[in-house]
Structure formats: C-alpha cells, structure tokens
C-alpha cells in the first residue's frame, strides 16, 4: 500500500465527517486532498477549498501580525502591555476562594507584555481548560461567549511563571487594534492575507453557504452537529475566529517556511521569524492541557514524552519524531480537530483540516499522523 493509500485508509478507519489536507514545501505543494463530507448529515462533498472553522489556528497569524507592529515599534514585545491595553494594566492574582466561593484575589509581581501573551505565561488561562477560571465566572456571572466579558479574568499565576494556554492571543489582536485604529480584519486583510493570495480566509460573523458544518457523534453512530461557531461576537478574535481553507492555510505555512517571504512578499523579517521559532519559557514545558470541559476538549498533551517549549506563537517539539518532523518544528491546532506543523529545518510543512468536536478526537489524530507520515516518505 503507498504511502497516499495508507493516509485514505487512516482517514476512513477514523470514521470522520470529512477532511482537507495540503503538504507544502518552499517551493510549492507537494501533497493535496479532500475525503468525505463537509456535511455528512446532507451528503455535501468536502472540497480542498471547503471553507472551515479554523480556531486556534488562527493564534498564529495574529502573532505574525503582532510581530509585525513590534517591527515597526508600534508594539513593545517587553514593555507593560497595559500602556495599549488599560484593561490589562492592573493584573490581579486568584489565589483561591473564601468560605462563600467568593475570588480571593491580590495584585500581580509584575506587569504583563506581549511576549508574556504570545507565549502563553501572562497568567490568563481558557474556561474550558482551568476549572479555577470557570469557578470564577460562576462566583462572578457567567460572561456571554464572544464578548470582552469573556475574556477578562484574573490570572492563575503571576506573569512569566508558568505555561497555560489562554485567552492572550485575543488579546494580542485587540493589541494589535489598539494602536492600528482599525479592525483585526482589515489589518490582517492589508498585510497578511492579501499579500499572501488567502482570499478565502475571514472573520465571518455567520457561516457562509457551503461551509463546513462542525460535527459531533450522536448515538448510535449517527452525526448530529454542534452549535458552536466562533467568528461572530463582540469583537474579532484573534484566538479563535477565523475560518479558512486548507490551501489558504497551507500558503501561511510556506511563508514561515521561506523566512517571512512568498512570492516575493515579505511578510516578517527573518529576524522576526527566528524570534518566533525560539523557545521562549526557558525550563517551563509547553503543551499540556487540562479539562474543566471534556466534552469540548478533554485534557491534551501531543508530546508527552518531550519537554516541550513555546516560541511565539508555536508550540515547539525538542527532539524529532520518528518517521516525521524534525527537532525544533512549529505546530499548533484548533478545537475542531484541525492541526498543522512546520519543519525549518527539513523544509516541509503540512495542514489537516477537519470540523469534529470534541477535540484531540483519536481518528483525526490518526489522519495527521499519516499525513506527517507521507511527507516524510520520499
């Protein structure tokens, strides 16, 4: 069986939806396919420029676009984040909960920065992974999903003392609105998206027609769909709202592979690159996930064998996978079991879209894992 059969019969034996998926090299795309249904419920194929939720995979083109104003120095990687956002200026600590489930809270050691939030250790946290966040929103009222509410919590630790995936990069793209005078959209649209030939790539306030729906399994093996939809709301978030296609997505992954450039577009320099595919948490480990939510996202951890770093922006693999990427390879995912991974150093990057809640679901896992599988076979 070839390599390209193996990564249909992986996609099958998962018994998803549907999926997308593009290898990419610096010149070019390797690899590209489309299986099953974007809406298996009404038989809609799935095509390779399906539009989908994307999630979280949007963080890391938000922090390209941060990296990008630090350039121009319309952004402090280092400096109190705070002077741009008032609303993180004064962080408080959540040290616990008194007698009557009231927050007990006392003022942060140091002010939060961008690269505290690009890099996940300003102390924000996700109510669906950190029990204690959604304590706290209980004792408090329960914000409306979508709105600034939403996302403003205290921190669980103070700035730079732990790794915790969070809200931050929400932040990071109200940052990035704050000192552009404009919207997320039409930042990104300007000098990321345009530029880089991502026409499909938005924040849409509502799905579109043809869209991809966002599946979950109902009994008895039957699809029913989930409700959850992540580009409308108060504001644009730069952590989870943009949907996309896979060859979009795939043309964001070459331009991190070239340094910053494609077709002639540099989007960051290759300094600007290199910072970001740095581990930037010292002896922290990156990557874990616990739950507060497991029928959302049960608890995570792609490397549990690997002390793995965070740059900014990426998660970042110490030591090889075999049969796969190299050390030091960029990766992240989105909640409704999309993942993709760039390897510098061996050229390759690759992107699997799929629309299946909960997340880290075994069958997509095994799908990514026979596309990483067959970039590296030849």
Not at 52 to 68: E, F
Not at 137 to 144: C, D, E, Y
Request: charged share 15%; aromatic share 10%.
């Amino acid at each position: 069986m070839t390599n390209e059969a193996q990564l249909t019969q992986a996609i099958e034996n998962a018994d998803l939806p549907g999926a997308t998926a593009i290898i990419v090299d610096r010149e070019g795309v390797r690899f590209s396919g489309a299986w099953g249904h974007a809406d298996a419920k009404a038989g809609t194929p799935m095509k390779l420029d399906t539009i989908c939720q994307i999630a979280s995979m949007t963080k890391a083109l938000v922090s390209v676009a941060a990296m990008q104003l630090a350039e121009q120095g319309k952004l402090s990687l280092d400096g109190p984040i705070g002077d741009v956002l008032p609303e993180l200026a004064d962080p408080q600590v959540l040290e616990g909960f008194d007698d009557d489930g009231a927050p007990i809270l006392r003022p942060a050691v140091r002010q939060i920065t961008l690269r505290h939030l690009l890099s996940h250790t300003s102390g924000l946290g996700y109510f669906f992974v950190h029990p204690q966040i959604l304590k706290y929103f209980s004792a408090t009222g329960a914000p409306v999903p979508g709105t600034k509410a939403a996302i403003t919590m205290p921190l669980m630790f103070d700035p730079g003392d732990k790794w915790e995936y969070s809200v931050a990069t929400d932040w990071v793209g109200l940052a990035v609105e704050a000192v552009t005078g404009g919207d997320l959209q039409s930042y990104l649209t300007e000098y990321i998206l345009k530029p880089l030939g991502m026409t499909h790539t938005a924040f849409r306030p509502e799905p579109v027609e043809g869209s991809a729906k966002v599946h979950v399994r109902g009994p008895g093996g039957d699809w029913a769909y989930s409700p959850m939809y992540l580009g409308g709301g108060e504001f644009q978030s730069g952590g989870g709202g943009l949907s996309s296609t896979a060859p979009d997505y795939a043309r964001f992954l070459q331009m991190v592979l070239r340094g910053g450039e494609l077709d002639g577009k540099r989007i960051l320099s290759e300094e600007s690159i290199a910072e970001m595919s740095r581990n930037q948490i010292g002896d922290l480990r990156a990557g874990y996930m616990g739950s507060a939510m497991p029928d959302l996202a049960p608890p995570f951890d792609n490397f549990p064998d690997q002390h793995t770093g965070w740059g900014l922006g990426f998660l970042i693999n110490p030591e090889p996978v075999e049969g796969g990427r190299s050390a030091n390879s960029l990766a992240w995912a989105g909640i409704f079991n999309s993942y993709y991974w760039i390897d510098p150093a061996a050229g390759i990057a690759g992107v699997f879209i799929s629309q299946l809640s909960p997340f880290g679901d075994p069958g997509a896992m095994s799908g990514f894992q026979a596309l990483e599988r067959l970039a590296y076979s030849s």
